[in-house]
């Protein structure tokens, strides 16, 4: 680390240390790719296993649920040891997540791809418990919101690479799979089957490699600690049992909990499921065509983001919020009930209004907290992530009660409009709280 760089009590430095910083924020796309490759498995699962579309969220599920389970062990560790410490491991049981694709492609049973899905999760979860926090970190105070802002534009870089990974690697040319498998033998159909399978583990031999890379790196290069300096009888004091209690009394926060909860709910129902609208709005392409959209989808929500910067460095960010959420209500309205083609680009297009949404929530709930807790909190955080799991299942349900997947986008509708009532409300508090002290000044 640059001797210039101070570090101040509260654990945030004088000034960004560059290397450092562009070193984590290089792990945004890491779990990016990651996320949009179930996208992608959703899809060729379908087909594969032939499961209901409720049966094929619980790729999301094994997911976002193994986010959910170590979030808080990855906080403790954060707290006991450094962020350096938490990213090595993430990256290590990333790693060992993507070895477990080798053999559950040759077993070719659902549940042993979970199984794979789910310890890739893990080690995602160490990953975004303290990357998240740690760009927060890596710089003034003043400037904690945009650093994270700024680190997630990356983020939409790994949605691109895994969808084009699964593009070219999973997905095949021809008609697609459904209408393959339909004019097939039983036979036929088995090895074709089998041998659809085998290709998902192309992807995750590219990103162990550039794992392998990564992870050296970080294991060459000084960190700073980037932790508020606590009073060691203080700091041995405040046990996870007294943290979630403080927690759990922190109303703010307990809102923007809710918050990221339903935002996961949302961003991973659109996107889980928007190879498949298109397949079923439109009957005569393939899926490594309908992939396209997904692609689409990742620029839309990288713009969103730099758009988004642009209006919050002029306007309060839940302002810029509340008017994103209500156009996302509009969009989605229009996506489950206009049966064209334009009900895709309707899907895509509502990805420019998930940009800022993540980190701004994410950033805002952890202001609300106290230095000594901030750890733990980012790792509760991080588990709200959980709706990640749950959003896609609603959806699935919804999609085989109703029998059409492109009616089912009520749902994520519904969780829009949830966030265009967060947004107001905290934007009509910050106006309040502007006026207050105006008032007193």
């Known amino acids: 680390m640059n001797k210039k760089i101070t570090q101040f009590s509260d654990g945030y430095l004088s000034r960004v240390p560059i290397l450092q910083f562009v070193l984590v924020t290089m792990l945004f796309p890491l779990w990016g790719a990651a996320a949009s490759l179930n996208d992608v498995l959703i899809t060729q699962f379908k087909a594969v296993f032939e499961l209901s579309d409720a049966a094929t969220a619980f790729v999301q599920s094994a997911f976002y649920g193994g986010y959910f389970l170590i979030a808080i062990p990855a906080a403790t560790i954060i707290k006991k040891t450094s962020y350096k410490v938490a990213i090595i491991i993430g990256l290590l049981l990333y790693i060992i997540g993507c070895s477990l694709f080798f053999p559950a492609s040759h077993m070719a049973t659902y549940s042993m791809f979970l199984v794979a899905i789910f310890g890739i999760a893990i080690g995602l979860s160490f990953l975004e418990t303290s990357a998240n926090t740690y760009t927060t970190m890596l710089g003034p105070r003043e400037s904690a919101t945009k650093r994270i802002n700024m680190a997630q534009l990356f983020n939409p870089?790994?949605?691109?690479?895994?969808?084009?990974?699964?593009?070219?690697?999973?997905?095949?040319?021809?008609?697609?799979?459904?209408?393959?498998?339909?004019?097939?033998?039983?036979?036929?159909?088995?090895?074709?089957?089998?041998?659809?399978?085998?290709?998902?583990?192309?992807?995750?031999?590219?990103?162990?490699?550039?794992?392998?890379?990564?992870?050296?790196?970080?294991?060459?290069?000084?960190?700073?600690?980037?932790?508020?300096?606590?009073?060691?009888?203080?700091?041995?004091?405040?046990?996870?049992?007294?943290?979630?209690?403080?927690?759990?009394?922190?109303?703010?926060?307990?809102?923007?909990?809710?918050?990221?909860?339903?935002?996961?709910?949302?961003?991973?129902?659109?996107?889980?499921?928007?190879?498949?609208?298109?397949?079923?709005?439109?009957?005569?392409?393939?899926?490594?065509?309908?992939?396209?959209?997904?692609?689409?989808?990742?620029?839309?929500?990288?713009?969103?983001?730099?758009?988004?910067?642009?209006?919050?460095?002029?306007?309060?960010?839940?302002?810029?919020?509340?008017?994103?959420?209500?156009?996302?209500?509009?969009?989605?309205?229009?996506?489950?009930?206009?049966?064209?083609?334009?009900?895709?680009?309707?899907?895509?297009?509502?990805?420019?209004?998930?940009?800022?949404?993540?980190?701004?929530?994410?950033?805002?709930?952890?202001?609300?907290?106290?230095?000594?807790?901030?750890?733990?909190?980012?790792?509760?955080?991080?588990?709200?992530?959980?709706?990640?799991?749950?959003?896609?299942?609603?959806q699935g349900f919804f999609s085989d009660i109703v029998g059409s997947l492109q009616l089912s986008f009520l749902a994520p509708m519904a969780f829009f409009a949830y966030l265009a009532f967060y947004f107001y409300k905290e934007n009509k508090a910050a106006a309040s709280s502007v006026e207050e002290e105006s008032s007193v000044a």
């Open 157 to 394: 870089i790994g949605n691109v690479t895994g969808i084009m990974l699964g593009k070219y690697f999973v997905f095949t040319d021809g008609a697609s799979m459904e209408s393959q498998l339909a004019s097939m033998t039983p036979a036929e159909a088995e090895a074709f089957s089998l041998e659809m399978l085998q290709r998902t583990l192309i992807p995750y031999k590219v990103i162990l490699v550039i794992l392998l890379v990564v992870l050296l790196m970080f294991l060459i290069v000084k960190f700073p600690k980037a932790k508020p300096e606590i009073p060691k009888e203080i700091k041995n004091k405040v046990s996870l049992k007294e943290t979630l209690k403080y927690l759990s009394k922190n109303n703010p926060f307990k809102k923007g909990i809710l918050a990221q909860f339903i935002y996961m709910a949302l961003q991973t129902t659109v996107w889980s499921f928007t190879i498949r609208l298109a397949l079923e709005v439109n009957p005569d392409i393939n899926e490594r065509f309908a992939s396209n959209f997904m692609i689409y989808s990742f620029i839309a929500f990288f713009v969103g983001r730099l758009i988004a910067n642009i209006l919050m460095a002029r306007f309060k960010p839940t302002f810029v919020l509340s008017l994103y959420s209500i156009i996302g209500v509009l969009v989605l309205a229009y996506t489950a009930l206009v049966p064209n083609m334009t009900a895709v680009y309707g899907a895509i297009f509502v990805s420019v209004l998930f940009g800022p949404c993540w980190p701004t929530i994410y950033g805002r709930t952890l202001e609300t907290v106290e230095d000594k807790y901030r750890e733990t909190a980012g790792g509760v955080v991080v588990m709200a992530i959980l709706g990640g799991a749950v959003g896609p299942v609603v």
